[in-house]
């Protein structure tokens, strides 16, 4: 006999507002039942990410609500469809933010939007990604069966750690029902300067700043000028900006870089190399925002698919076309035979009957 | 007792031929490269919890990844199974061998292969002692953060293995997230590259499903391991608090008012007063319980926040807060807590240590109930505890020699673990389900996820031959142990409020 009564105010649905795991349950069992490819949508804000989806329309959007917050625990429980702008206001009214800085492109973005995508800000190389800060989450697989995986605390090594595999699978595995997340404080003190200089320029004064215990929460070129940001207690902040020189900037252009609001980030097509921060690309041309203190470089080039791609292989990363892709484009780096052996079996554990966003990470996944 | 894996509730694999297994990997491994007698194996029967013993099948020890996927192609081939070794420094019985496995120590990959000060990383092979990567970057005054106690002594691979944590962990976190890239073999004979030299990857993030999988998805061959700056500048508070309560309250007023100690960790009066008389650390013996607390960053910063914690403790009842005073004294103050486990050999021959997780805020109701069980057992129970992440170390003191002794401080840490499961919590914080706490996977896991579990390791192990009868357990283990959690339909511990 298995515990299947362990938390008993989870066991029935129908009696508490936003929670629509129930009929989402039934729907998934439906589809797979038929085989039916099903588009797994939050706030539909990140639409363009991903390859395209054929695939009958699956919201969450619907599935609200923040279930527990207790802030000196620093963790932060809400299903799926919770908008992540209302979460990120709550959190601000006891001083505690989301450290991983999720691109929020409008307020229905939601956040199973946020821990599906994967995707971080600034402060990422600095305080870790989203799959740093998920703690645990609630999923429906393909059986229509609720997993709940990971908890509600920090330090949780048993079984397997599935919950952090959410984070970026795209909605591939299972249905997000509802994420437990780190969240950390907002820190006392921050300030942003610039410099000017061209990237190795910049690239070597950021290698020589991070031997360095200082409280950086972001470094961005943007062509012409170094961006940094501090932030941590007042006296360190203010130190660092008193060492490091260079002109007063806003933190402003941090918020503008981490919504993608600026620049070539709206270009309509974008690419992301991930890269090792010191790493040079070769022989691409077009025009570099560079963030992540050189890990995460934004571009946009005519140059073709391929050779982008081969040149981000070879500089030790990986390139995503962000935004922009054709239907036959492949949108993210293909994985080796023997790695792609393992996410089938993994899609086909969770998965079955493959009705879960087929084709979003890959064709055939 | 659990070192006895059972045919009914625990994989089985079929007899195999052991003088082929012995010819084949002669061929691939170096001479001293094999292990096969009961002596020479001896020494691998038990990890850390050294209550469970088995001998495996035999031991093998290869020098370089092309040996490690020959040994696993070559068992995958035979059906046997195989239980990869770090240091054996685990407290879960995570290294015990399976009857008639092969033994696959990693004890020779023990060369740092890459140091990239300005990159900030090392890369190192599995074998390579914790503390030895920090040794190594200290004169680019760099260090790696996860410290688990056995730092000393335990691997890397093993800390990818458990996904270990430490005394620190609160501020720098986990294994999990001071790794940038995994090599690691699977039982297909696949070699793959988890992670990269960037901060992310295609595809899953199979790193991070990989670290903390107890040895049952792949053999790491090589990790790259993220480096972080030494800070400028450390200090430790001592506070001393008349009851248990009153001490947890003050952990979380310390933690909501914004503070992230480096390390944050409370002992109460059993485990205060043994490792006083073993260290001699200063601590007050006559509080119920104490928390230390370490602050680093700049000077001013940690007198500052020093300040805020001292303030937060009186406010919270403490009776005494105490600053280390120098460096020699800051030690002693981490010497008392670091010799908490072994000065528990004063007050009984031997002690059980359990390793669950809580929210911070059940605390005072979770200590209470210990106390309770402890008091109806008749085995007193030391607790240290890692206050800011609510990983709760109770120490069960018992006598192997006294009959039955042992098989009741096993069902009493059974009996808190399912406790630290009612109140939200978790069965392991740091030491791994391993062997140890296969039986409890059942009351924190539904059947659906055990499946998915096992269909997990099936992706990458089908065949299920690497470390059976650890971590996951099979669904007849749970129809025969999680039966006996719900007595009678009711719900364990009904008089603790739920999640």
């Known amino acids: ?120 800000g600034p402060r990422r190389p600095f305080a870790g990604a989203v799959r740093d800060f998920v703690l645990g989450v609630t999923v429906l697989d393909g059986r229509g069966q609720r997993l709940r995986l990971g908890g509600t605390v920090f330090k949780n090594v048993a079984g397997f750690d599935g919950f952090r595999l959410m984070a970026g699978a795209l909605g591939c595995l299972g249905v997000l029902l509802d994420v437990s997340l780190r969240v950390a404080p ?180 | 007792m659990l070192d006895q894996f059972d045919q009914a509730l625990d994989p089985t694999f079929a007899t195999y031929n052991r003088a082929v297994l012995i010819a084949r990997l002669k061929a691939i491994l170096p001479a001293d490269g094999l292990l096969t007698t009961p002596e020479a194996m001896r020494v691998y029967e038990c990890d850390g919890l050294a209550a469970y013993r088995g001998l495996p099948g035999l031991v093998a020890l290869p020098r370089n990844p092309e040996q490690v996927r020959g040994i696993l192609m070559t068992c995958a081939d035979l059906e046997v199974p195989v239980v990869a070794r770090g240091a054996g420094t685990g407290l879960s019985g995570g290294a015990l061998p399976f009857p008639g496995c092969v033994l696959l120590s990693l004890s020779r990959f023990n060369r740092i292969l890459e140091i990239d000060a300005d990159a900030r990383v090392a890369r190192v092979q599995p074998g390579v002692r914790n503390l030895a990567i920090s040794e190594a970057v200290a004169p680019y005054g760099l260090f790696y953060a996860p410290d688990p106690s056995s730092q000393i002594a335990c691997s890397i691979g093993g800390n990818v293995a458990e996904n270990a944590g430490g005394v620190h962990c609160l501020k720098y976190g986990l294994t999990v997230h001071n790794i940038q890239k995994l090599d690691m073999v699977t039982l297909d004979g696949d070699v793959l590259t988890l992670g990269s030299d960037s901060l992310d990857a295609p595809g899953f993030d199979l790193m991070a499903l990989m670290t903390g999988s107890e040895g049952l998805l792949g053999v790491v061959t090589e990790v790259t391991v993220k480096l972080l700056p030494q800070p400028v500048h450390a200090q430790v508070l001592l506070a001393a608090f008349a009851e248990v309560s009153t001490g947890g309250a003050a952990v979380a007023a310390i933690i909501a008012a914004g503070v992230i100690p480096a390390g944050l960790e409370m002992m109460d009066h059993l485990a205060l007063t043994a490792a006083e008389s073993h260290a001699h650390a200063g601590y007050p013996v006559d509080a119920a319980a104490i928390l230390l607390c370490e602050l680093d960053g700049s000077p001013e910063d940690v007198a500052q926040e020093l300040q805020r914690v001292a303030d937060i403790c009186e406010a919270s009842g403490a009776t005494e807060v105490r600053v280390a005073r120098d460096a020699a004294e800051r030690a002693r103050f981490w010497a008392g807590r670091k010799g908490a486990f072994p000065a528990m050999g004063r007050l009984a021959p031997d002690y059980y240590c359990i390793d669950g997780t809580i929210p911070r805020r059940r605390l005072p109701d979770v200590l209470e109930e210990i106390a309770r069980m402890s008091a109806a057992a008749g085995l007193p129970v030391a607790n240290v505890f890692h206050a800011g992440d609510g990983n709760l170390h109770p120490l069960i003191l018992y006598d192997a020699n006294a009959p039955g002794q042992m098989e009741q401080a096993e069902a009493l840490g059974g009996a808190i673990l399912e406790l630290c499961v009612s109140v939200g919590g978790t069965i392991t914080g740091e030491h791994g389900v391993g062997r140890e706490k296969i039986n409890q996977m059942c009351a924190q896991f539904s059947r659906a996820e055990i499946e998915i579990f096992a269909a997990m390791k099936a992706a990458f192990d089908p065949r299920g031959l690497l470390n059976p009868g650890k971590a996951i357990p099979t669904l007849a283990r749970c129809a025969e142990f999680g039966a006996m959690h719900v007595h009678g339909g009711a719900v364990p511990f009904a008089h603790l409020d739920r999640l």
């Open chain 1, 1 to 120: 006999m298995f515990m299947e009564a362990r938390f008993p105010l989870l066991t029935s649905t129908a009696s508490r507002p936003g929670d629509q795991s129930d009929a989402l349950a039934e729907r998934i069992r439906e589809a797979s039942a038929r085989r039916e490819p099903l588009s797994i949508v939050g706030g539909g804000t990140k639409a363009f990410y991903g390859r395209h989806v054929a695939g009958a329309l699956f919201p969450i959007s619907g599935h609200t609500g923040i279930i527990d917050y207790e802030p000196s625990e620093l963790v932060i429980t809400a299903r799926a469809g919770t908008p992540v702008v209302e979460i990120e206001a709550l959190l601000a009214q006891r001083n505690q933010m989301l450290a991983f800085e999720p691109p929020i492109f409008g307020a229905v973005s939601t956040i199973g939007g946020v821990v599906a995508s994967g995707l971080s």
């Open chain 1, 186 to 365: 907002r820190p006392k003190a921050e300030l942003a300067v610039s410099l000017e200089g061209d990237w190795p320029t910049a690239r070597d004064r950021i290698t020589q700043l991070m031997r360095r215990p200082l409280p950086l929460s972001g470094a961005f070129h943007d062509g012409t000028r170094l961006y940094l940001r501090l932030s941590g207690p007042e006296t360190a902040v203010a130190q660092a900006v008193q060492e490091i020189g260079g002109e007063p900037a806003g933190l402003v252009q941090f918020d503008a870089l981490r919504h993608m609001r600026s620049g070539i980030l709206t270009a309509a097509k974008l690419w992301r190399l991930s890269l090792p921060r010191s790493a040079q690309v070769e022989d691409i041309s077009g025009d570099w925002l560079i963030d992540w203190a050189g890990g995460q470089r934004w571009l946009v080039s005519q140059d073709a698919n391929d050779r982008i791609r081969a040149s981000a292989v070879a500089a030790g990363g990986h390139a995503t076309l962000f935004r922009g892709a054709d239907p036959a484009d492949a949108v993210f780096t293909p994985l080796p035979a023997s790695l792609f052996k393992i996410h089938q079996r993994l899609k086909g554990a969770f998965d079955p009957a493959g009705v879960f966003n087929p084709g979003r990470m890959y064709e055939g996944l």
